[in-house]
């Protein structure tokens, strides 16, 4: 059976995605290749602070001369095309949204919508998929495309490929949030990084440190859950450091991670609780070391960004699952072991065998690097410290 996607093209992808997180000039031409693949029309990256209404990050793509000025003149009807305010804050943010699932009657061939009516029509969009990168007290933002009526409406490859882009983007753009991306194109990385009270730590694949920033360096100082070893990098607890690993395993350039991954779909970062009393998000970005800007970096090197953490409704369960890769099934195991339940008791209520939970345990342990089930429920403690 064909791919619905080469392993080439979507690692092609991701990477100019995370270029993106460094030269936001380049968004347009990112955001270009998208449309290829997923033959659409048109794409629109926006990110508004809801502190003062300033545009944060805006690009566009696929327009017409014509059309580029009147984005923002018909902005303000999106809202009501995709069903209106509360419609939109049900969106899940780890998904993307197909307008003609969520709303069809916008674009339905008898449409009142004044946006369909005067924006989409003229132009010839027939449907669109958007994702959601920023729904918080700060900011609100999305990227969104256009899907013109010769390709019909879309369909199940082009939500599965945005699926899978999901997390980069969202992290892509977090991680432009947390860096003055301004200063670092134009000024010398390692005097800016420096300037920043984020500890920003540069390493290699092996967790090797290229470079520390001296926020960083303080948090070393302290010998909290950030630490510096004989020259490599250290999260503590273990846990912690292990969900490090693993992050960097799955956002390296060269393996894009599958659709069914839930730890790659993660894009709040890793939970920290560091000794300072701060909770924070370690953010993985791989650095392309071919950049003029970016002398420090070698090849496969990455930054971690420590970013203050903006606490989500997510309870300890959630957070393992997504940081581990757990399996719905594994999942499932593991709600009613911290709920309590025996593996005799988790079987009757699962209606499964006590072998099977016994299968799904151990793979529980070995993902998280526990070996008994006391250890597994002070995982979670320790999660439930980080979660609201």
């Known amino acids: 059976m064909t791919p619905f996607i080469s392993h080439d093209r979507l690692s092609g992808m991701i990477g100019h995605i995370y270029d993106c997180a460094l030269d936001p000039d380049l968004w347009p031409a990112t955001m270009d290749e998208i449309c290829r693949e997923l033959d659409l029309r048109t794409g629109v990256v926006s990110l508004i602070s809801l502190l003062d209404g300033r545009p944060l990050l805006a690009a566009t793509t696929g327009f017409a001369p014509e059309w580029i000025g009147k984005v923002d003149e018909y902005a303000d009807g999106l809202v009501e095309l995709w069903g209106g305010p509360q419609t939109i804050h ?29 924006f989409n029509q003229p132009q010839g969009f027939v449907d669109a998929i958007a994702v959601g990168i920023s729904r918080d007290h700060q900011t609100i933002g999305t ?93 503590h607890p273990a846990s912690m450091h292990r969900a490090l690993e693993l992050a960097l395993a799955k956002v390296a350039r060269k393996s894009a991670a599958p659709v069914d991954d839930a730890a790659a779909r993660n894009p709040f ?53 997504s940081l581990f890769g757990l399996t719905g099934g594994e999942k499932r195991i593991l709600e009613q072991i911290l709920n309590g339940l025996t593996i005799q008791e988790t079987a009757e209520r699962l209606a499964i065998s006590k072998s099977t939970v016994r299968t799904h345990l151990l793979h529980i342990f070995d993902k998280t690097g526990v070996r008994r ?13 980080l979660a609201l």
């Open 90 to 118: 049900t969106l899940p943010l780890d998904a993307p949204a197909v307008l003609s699932q969520v709303n069809p009657r916008a674009i339905a061939e008898d449409s009142q919508d004044p946006f369909h009516i005067r």
């Open 143 to 235: 990227i969104g495309f256009n899907r013109h009526r010769d390709a019909g409406l879309i369909g199940p490859r082009e939500t599965r490929i945005m699926h899978l882009l999901v997390p980069h983007l969202q992290r892509a753009i977090t991680v432009s949030r947390v860096l003055d991306i301004r200063k670092i194109a134009s000024q010398n990385m390692e005097s800016v990084l420096n300037g920043l009270r984020i500890p920003i730590v540069l390493t290699a694949r092996d967790l090797r440190i290229l470079f520390a920033n001296a926020a960083a360096e303080q948090c070393f100082s302290i010998r909290g859950g950030l630490a510096s070893s004989a020259g490599r990098l250290q999260l």
């Open 269 to 321: 970062g890793i939970p920290l609780a560091t000794a300072d009393g701060h909770l924070r998000s370690v953010h993985v970005l791989p650095l392309n070391p071919h950049r003029e800007t970016l002398p420090l970096v070698q090849d496969e090197a990455f930054a971690l960004i420590f970013s203050p953490r903006n606490l989500v409704s997510e309870n300890a369960l959630n957070i393992i699952a």
């Open 373 to 385: 089930q006391a250890e597994l429920v002070a995982l979670a403690a320790s999660f439930s410290s």
